[in-house]
């Protein structure tokens, strides 16, 4: 008797899988794209299907809020949208340049999509992408190979998820960069550089080259390539940074020492190593100036400099970080190159 009166009990208490739904009844798009003009956004989903015939549809709706359009979206469809299995997000400059906040933020309390869904700038409208993307690809997988670290990636480019673009939004001394991209001509995506971000405004842009650096200083293993003296192509093995971090005269002054081991790919002429490796150090160094000219106008600190003076300045100070501090800045970098070996060629 007692084990029926428990047995009767727990029916009331358990509740299996009544609110599950099954896979066939729902919708998991690839990419997400969405474009933002004067208030009203316009989203456009490319969801795969299981059919041979109609292998990607690209849906679109526009609205106010971009959960109230997904919202209609799946209303309209013969299944529900789930956007857990995002992979990538697709936005226009116009809605980078106004401002990722309300979106991201959107999107992180909704728990719709997951934080590490990456985040894509398009440098053409959303619409003409997607409709490039459904005449090229075959199963909707393109897009998010282009950007598989396994795959199609590239050390040129930048890789920035949705919870870094909400960490950057809230924080005083870390910004971030996104990749731009575009429909090419001879194939089917082409990489036009990153954007410069400043508390997720778009403020700026970066070369492929200087997305390059980026992901070096950012303590990334990339396996770049750089052209030296227009001569040599060097290829980066390794990359190790270290920095130090001290005020004078209450102007901020970093130390970075840069240790990169490279392989020599192609050499034309006699050149020594030495003569390599110097000129290696100056480019970089001239490259990296460049690049910090670049962001001190910004005032975005996309190379995180700012969580180096965190235990020297109080929250108060922090704060004005990217107003007081960050445009004061004084770099010092020291590049030590290593060649590792000459490949299939011999020393002399």
């Not at 971000?197 to 770049?224: P, Y």
């Amino acid at each position: 008797m007692l084990k029926w009166i428990v047995a009767t009990l727990l029916l009331f208490i358990l509740s299996g899988c009544w609110d599950n739904k099954d896979i066939n009844h729902r919708s998991l798009p690839i990419a997400m794209g969405v474009s933002y003009n004067q208030g009203n956004y316009t989203v456009f989903l490319d969801i795969p299907k299981v059919s041979e015939k109609d292998s990607i549809q690209v849906v679109s709706e526009s609205g106010d809020t971009i959960n109230e359009i997904i919202d209609h979206i799946s209303m309209n469809m013969e299944s529900e949208i789930d956007l857990l299995h995002l992979k990538i997000i697709i936005v226009d400059k116009e809605f980078a340049k106004h401002g990722l906040n309300d979106g991201v933020a959107s999107l992180i309390r909704s728990r719709h999509v997951s934080p590490k869904t990456l985040f894509v700038i398009c440098d053409e409208s959303p619409e003409r992408f997607f409709h490039k993307m459904d005449q090229d690809s075959h199963d909707g997988t393109m897009i998010y190979d282009f950007f598989q670290r396994n795959s199609g990636l590239s050390p040129e480019i930048a890789y920035t998820q949705t919870w870094k673009i909400f960490r950057s939004i809230h924080s005083f001394t870390n910004d971030v960069v996104i990749p731009i991209i575009k429909s090419g001509k001879t194939t089917a995506i082409e990489s036009t550089g990153s954007a410069i971000m400043k508390n997720g405004k778009m403020v700026g842009r970066l070369t492929n080259e200087e997305t390059l650096l980026i992901n070096v200083f950012n303590g990334k293993q990339t396996q770049g390539k750089i052209e030296v003296m227009g001569k040599a192509t060097i290829q980066i093995v390794s990359n190790e940074l270290s920095y130090r971090s001290s005020f004078e005269n209450n102007q901020p002054l970093l130390k970075t020492k840069l240790r990169l081991k490279v392989i020599l790919l192609d050499t034309q002429g006699d050149l020594s190593s030495a003569a390599i490796k110097d000129e290696l150090s100056k480019l970089v160094i001239e490259r990296f100036e460049t690049l910090f000219e670049k962001i001190r106008l910004g005032g975005a600190d996309v190379l995180g400099i700012g969580q180096y003076f965190r235990h020297e300045l109080t929250r108060s100070q922090l704060e004005d970080w990217r107003t007081k501090y960050f445009p004061n800045l004084k770099t010092d970098l020291e590049v030590s190159t290593s060649i590792r070996n000459t490949g299939n060629l011999k020393g002399t």
